[in-house]
């Protein structure tokens, strides 16, 4: 399944499967870009970030894509599973100017078993 | 696991109270910052710190205060709360070269 990001906050996919959120990122000039999972009561854990001289990073399960033409984010998630199921939030760091992160709106993963 | 906590996880509170939201990490970090999340939204900062007596407003406008009189502490602080307060809180630290920011569980506000 594949997620458009503001378009389609929640992804429901099947355990097993292979999930991708999307994420349109807002200022070009950012230099360095992050993806959170959120699950239910508790703060966003990191899961993985790449700089803006990467177009790609893996981990575990996990890769994260960046065009940065078109000043876009992917996550990946190889073979999701329940534990999954979270809201997840890519946030970007613009290299002048603002010195925190600015976050996205979120999208929500829902796996199915 | 990032060592960074928050208290009280829960606030129920009266409208006009003054509350204070505990932020504590033991790593050793410069940089704390402060975020207000709705449920199922996006982070909004308020408020952050990259060392000892230092402290800035975030994007989002805020009534709360903030101080940074240890590296490790970052309270947060309303005067008067309001039900337009009612949110969740989190706080985050990072390293002073580091951009990735750790944060911990939060603080769920109801102002009545």
């Known amino acids: 399944g594949e997620s458009v990001g503001l378009h389609l906050p929640t992804l429901s996919v099947q355990e097993g499967d292979n999930s991708i959120i999307n994420c349109a990122y807002s200022n070009s000039a950012s230099d360095y870009f992050i993806w959170y999972k959120q699950e239910s009561g508790k703060g966003p854990q990191f899961i993985i970030d790449?700089?803006?001289?990467?177009d790609k990073r893996q981990g575990q399960r996990v890769t994260v894509l960046l065009n940065k033409t078109v000043k876009h984010l992917s996550l990946q998630i190889a073979a999701t599973q329940p534990g999954d199921s979270a809201v997840y939030f890519c946030?970007?760091?613009?290299?002048?100017?603002?010195?925190?992160?600015?976050f996205g709106s979120g999208t929500r993963l829902q796996v199915q078993p | 696991e990032a060592d960074i906590y928050q208290t009280p996880r829960y606030l129920v509170i009266g409208t006009g109270k003054k509350i204070t939201l505990e932020c504590s990490q033991t790593?050793?970090?410069?940089?704390m910052y402060w975020y207000q999340q709705d449920p199922g939204m996006e982070l909004h900062l308020i408020h952050y710190?990259?060392?000892?007596?230092?402290?800035e407003k975030g994007d989002l406008s805020s009534e709360s205060t903030v101080s940074r009189i240890r590296t490790e502490h970052f309270p947060l602080t309303l005067e008067s709360a309001r039900p337009s307060h009612t949110s969740q809180y989190l706080c985050?630290?990072?390293?002073?070269?580091?951009?990735?920011?750790?944060f911990g569980p939060g603080t769920r506000l109801l102002v009545l």
């Open positions: 790593m050793g970090h410069d940089k």
């Open positions: 710190s990259y060392g000892v007596n230092s402290t």
């Open positions: 985050a630290s990072s390293e002073w070269g580091g951009e990735t920011q750790y």
């Open positions: 946030a970007e760091k613009w290299d002048t100017g603002r010195r925190a992160l600015t």
């Open positions: 790449i700089r803006s001289n990467m």
